[in-house]
């Protein structure tokens, strides 16, 4: 189909869980999108942002399009939109947030969208679901599992997991 792409969700106001599994659900649907691998979620401490937000819970998936980056960020932002996401504060509380972390390994510095994602290398956030999805992972040359234990905010990663979707998850055959 095309490109392997990384995005990170995340939410912490709501039903998080069944937000972050509606939301890969949701960009599974999406015709020009296959999903290939879903992390487990995990809870983590808010990085950033106003004090006494909420514990997020985080998740990473995997998928292969053929969108370009801002298509693939545009269709990010629909699926942001349809679960009433707001950008009133800046790494304030969220119903949902979807990330473009890595999108094959390609460089891209516009307005709109850095590739791969500025801060993913030092979120534990993104990094330990990701290397638990993908231990092999590689984020700009270096292991996603390194960068994981090199985080600052590691010590914000709960130690539950949950599965984000089941192993079979719904959807056409051959998707």
């Not at 983590?44 to 801002?70: C, H, I, S, W, Y």
Request: net charge negative.
């Amino acid at each position: 189909m095309g490109v392997r792409a990384v995005l990170a969700l995340g939410a912490n106001l709501g039903d998080r869980e069944g937000t972050l599994r509606r939301a890969a659900l949701e960009l599974a649907a999406h015709p020009r999108i296959r999903l290939v691998r879903a992390s487990p979620v995990v809870a983590t401490a808010p990085v950033g942002g106003p004090p006494g937000q909420d514990e997020f819970r985080n998740a990473v998936v995997e998928v292969e399009t053929d969108l370009a980056p801002l298509e693939l960020l545009r269709a990010c932002q629909e699926v942001e939109d349809r679960h009433h996401r707001t950008r009133e504060v800046r790494w304030g509380p969220r119903t949902l947030d979807v990330d473009v972390v890595d999108y094959g390994a390609r460089r891209l510095d516009s307005p709109e969208l850095t590739l791969p994602h500025p801060r993913a290398a030092g979120r534990a956030f993104v990094l330990v679901p990701w290397a638990l999805m993908d231990p092999e992972a590689v984020l700009d040359g270096r292991p996603v599992a390194e960068l994981a234990r090199a985080a600052p905010d590691r010590d914000g990663v709960g130690p539950g997991t949950e599965p984000l979707l089941p192993a079979d998850p719904p959807g056409p055959p051959g998707r």
